[in-house]
């Protein structure tokens, strides 16, 4: 018998409000199966809620996540262009990171500046030049 997960567990395990849950299930990115009232995750579903958590931790778009997770369930697409649709993306992701980080690096540089003149201004206070110059 298939492993099946309730909302609560599937949310804890990925750390996940059920509300996002049912959001993705309302968006058509999981389908799970309903026991009465209860919603009954199996685990097709489990498999796709990571790829979308992966995905949107990588920054992808909902959208984005869905097409690669499509990809994964039709039958008619290839692997070869799963897999390089996949990295096509990744490799955007990852050019996107670098220059965040570049920018990031850029920003610390420069606060790291004003802060050494801000102390080097609060040592000459200290010594009591209050103007910054030298008598």
């Known amino acids: 018998m298939e492993s099946t997960w309730t909302v609560r567990e599937l949310a804890d395990e990925f750390d996940v409000s059920t509300r996002t849950l049912r959001f993705y299930e309302a968006e058509g990115l999981l389908a799970p199966l309903r026991n009465g009232t209860t919603r009954v995750y199996a685990q097709r579903d489990r498999a796709r809620l990571r790829l979308i958590m992966r995905g949107r931790r990588f920054g ?17 697409t290839s692997e070869h262009k799963q897999l390089q649709t996949l990295l ?39 010594q009591g030049d209050p103007m910054g110059t030298e008598s």
Do not use: F, H, N, P
Request: aromatic share 2%.
């Open 60 to 76: 992808m778009s909902l959208e984005e996540c869905r097409e690669l997770i499509d990809m994964y369930d039709g039958a008619e």
């Open 88 to 126: 096509d993306r990744l490799e955007e992701i990852s050019a996107d990171l670098k220059e965040r980080r570049s920018e990031l690096q850029r920003t610390l540089t420069e606060v790291q500046s004003v802060a050494a003149q801000c102390r080097t201004r609060l040592d000459e206070i200290a």
